[in-house]
């Protein structure tokens, strides 16, 4: 394989460029307004809250679990669901769901365009949705509108798709920065959710808008962690060991979760109603749930510190439990707005809290939050964002090894139990699949001469176009069954290219047949080199739309050296079905078969095996 210290000096780690310099500072402009956005929302939520359950104007926010409207509470979610179900009828579908997957749609599928009616409706929407006791979160609503921010921000300017995909995530992250002061966790939840890349130039400019909106929510909204909890200790192994259990059952219960909330959203496919209608039923679920357990109203980070601090008893948080999955999958099916991640943070929660009573060692606290970040690395399939998010809530470093453990697990159960996860579900039921795996493309890795042609033949120039037609009818075992030929003149150089398809053009037009073939194909073919990456020869290829390059030397670019075609590139995906499927004994392989044939001996199934001589 050709290559040097020029060759090595034009390959690059990564393919961002400078363009990087001028979206970071839009991205740091839309983490600001990202801040705005998220205190505008949490003002709201706070607003109608107390609005409606207690009747006074203050924005802070509260839980609607300590309201005396007695029987009557169980109306007010249902007139929020009837609001919420007008604005999406008049206004736009796109505010119904919890907003994760519209905001992955509009990236996968959109070109990252977002309307500004969405931006503005949604928090509106999700506003009043969680202010009348809906019980959801605010960032779900948070990251949809600050996307649609990003993107709205990003359609002003001559940007790319992928550009402008960053920028939407890049409002994205700054929203969730600025609800929760979790900055690297809105990082992360970007790349293991929304990016569908890892690369420094949408990986730069959404830190920056998260470091932006995170600085900004202190004079806003208050610094963090919004939940600390009294630090615990080094974990001893035994805790450690439980932290893999409470994972592994986090793990089933994230299954649970989801299929729950996808049960009834087919089940509300069938009321013979119209859709607007479907909020308001679930808001009466909401209702009655929220007559036996108050506090599964509402946002409930009230009800999450308490979790945390260990505050609350077995018997209650089972009933917790059951009643938030119940209403919040009820109303989230209905077609209603709000997040998923304070819910099952909550649900994640009470199910440790009450794992903690057979739990002899450590408090409930631990095994809450424990459980709160598997169930959320579980359900939406994010086990670094989980691990991180809980870390940046209760500022406990301590419970890292216990976090990762926990989360692994649960992730490791949905992804062996279940084809898609609460968010990519609601994606493939709109007809588009989304794979969330991120590997090296065997193009980036392998280079033009590990796969190239070798012995090419190759055409006079001078050839006549009658003598190649007369050749190809007689099947020429030289020319072969190829579908083009590079043409080289007296001194073998390479001065062009002709294919079949010149040919038929050429007959097609009543070509002399003493007309070279130089003529009818390509006087400057595009080439390629061997110690260039596959990737940028392939890219080559689709920009020319052509199917196949020449390989000449980088030193002598006339010097014909072999040729790149679809075998080629196949012969690259070749090597990555080897890598994956592809499995060589190991040291321990014959020492095992050997166990295995004493054993069945020693049993008396098997005669021995003849001795060597």
């Known amino acids: 394989m050709s290559g040097g210290p020029g060759h090595v000096d034009r390959l690059r780690d990564f393919t961002t460029d400078a363009r990087l310099l001028i979206l970071t500072p839009m991205a740091a402009v839309i983490g600001a307004l990202g801040a705005l956005v998220a205190y505008a929302l949490v003002w709201l939520i706070g607003a109608i809250t107390n609005l409606v359950y207690y009747h006074r104007f203050d924005a802070t926010m509260v839980s609607p679990a300590a309201h005396t409207l007695g029987g009557w509470a169980v109306l007010v979610p249902a007139v929020g669901g009837l609001v919420v179900g007008l604005m999406a009828r008049y206004g736009s579908e796109r505010i119904r769901g919890h907003g994760i997957p519209e905001a992955m749609e509009a990236i996968l599928i959109g070109r990252s365009r977002m309307s500004a009616k969405v931006a503005v409706l949604k928090p509106l929407s999700s506003a009043v949705s969680i202010g009348t006791g809906g019980p959801f979160g605010a960032e779900g609503p948070i990251i949809m509108t600050g996307g649609a921010l990003g993107s709205l921000f990003a359609q002003a300017f001559h940007l790319s798709s992928a550009e402008r995909k960053t920028l939407l995530v890049a409002g994205a992250a700054a929203g969730m920065a600025a609800i929760f002061a979790t900055p690297l966790a809105a990082v992360l939840l970007a790349v293991e959710l929304l990016l569908f890349e890892w690369k420094p130039r949408s990986f730069i400019p959404v830190a920056a808008a998260a470091a932006v909106a995170a600085a900004l929510r202190t004079p806003l909204l208050g610094a963090g962690p919004i939940f600390p909890v009294p630090t615990h200790g080094a974990l001893a192994w035994q805790e450690l060991a439980l932290s893999l259990a409470v994972g592994l059952v986090a793990g089933f219960g994230s299954g649970c979760l989801t299929w729950l909330v996808y049960a009834c959203e087919d089940g509300f496919a069938r009321v013979p109603l119209n859709q607007m209608w479907w909020p308001v039923i679930g808001g009466l679920f909401v209702g009655v749930g929220g007559l036996f357990y108050p506090r599964a109203l509402g946002v409930g980070y009230d009800t999450i510190g308490d979790l945390l601090q260990g505050h609350l008893a077995a018997p209650f948080v089972l009933g917790l439990l059951v009643t938030k999955a119940l209403i919040w999958a009820i109303a989230l099916g209905s077609g209603t707005s709000g997040g998923v991640l304070a819910p099952l943070l909550i649900m994640g929660g009470a199910l440790g809290a009450a794992e903690a009573h057979w739990i002899h060692v450590g408090d409930a606290g631990l095994w809450g939050m424990i459980s709160m970040a598997a169930m959320m690395g579980g359900t939406m399939r994010s086990p670094l964002t989980a691990v991180a998010f809980m870390l940046e809530l209760t500022d406990d470093i301590a419970v890292l090894p216990a976090l990762l453990i926990a989360c692994a697990a649960a992730h490791g159960v949905t992804v062996l139990l279940m084809r898609r996860s609460i968010l990519t579900e609601k994606v493939a039921r709109r007809g588009y699949h989304v794979l969330r795996e991120y590997s090296v493309s065997p193009l980036a890795r392998l280079r033009v001469a590990d796969v190239m042609e070798r012995d090419v033949p190759a055409l006079p120039a001078s050839m006549h176009v009658d003598l190649l037609l007369r050749r190809l009818v007689a099947h020429d075992s030289v020319l072969g069954r190829r579908e083009a030929w590079p043409l080289v003149d007296d001194g073998g150089a390479l001065v062009?290219?002709?294919?079949?398809?010149?040919?038929?053009?050429?007959?097609?037009?009543?070509?002399?047949?003493?007309?070279?073939?130089?003529?009818?194909?390509?006087?400057?073919?595009?080439?390629?080199?061997?110690?260039?990456?596959?990737?940028?020869?392939?890219?080559?290829?689709?920009?020319?739309?052509?199917?196949?390059?020449?390989?000449?030397?980088?030193?002598?670019?006339?010097?014909?050296?072999?040729?790149?075609?679809?075998?080629?590139?196949?012969?690259?995906?070749?090597?990555?079905?080897?890598?994956?499927?592809?499995?060589?004994?190991?040291?321990?392989?014959?020492?095992?078969?050997?166990?295995?044939?004493?054993?069945?001996?020693?049993?008396?199934?098997?005669?021995?095996?003849?001795?060597?001589?």
């Open 496 to 613: 062009g290219i002709v294919t079949r398809g010149d040919l038929v053009k050429a007959v097609d037009a009543d070509t002399r047949p003493d007309t070279a073939v130089l003529e009818v194909g390509s006087r400057a073919p595009v080439v390629t080199y061997p110690d260039e990456l596959l990737h940028d020869a392939v890219d080559r290829m689709v920009r020319h739309d052509v199917g196949r390059l020449p390989v000449v030397e980088r030193a002598d670019g006339t010097r014909l050296v072999g040729q790149l075609g679809r075998s080629g590139i196949a012969a690259a995906w070749q090597t990555l079905l080897e890598e994956e499927e592809g499995r060589e004994h190991g040291w321990l392989s014959g020492r095992g078969r050997l166990l295995r044939m004493k054993l069945r001996r020693v049993l008396g199934e098997t005669p021995a095996p003849p001795q060597a001589p």
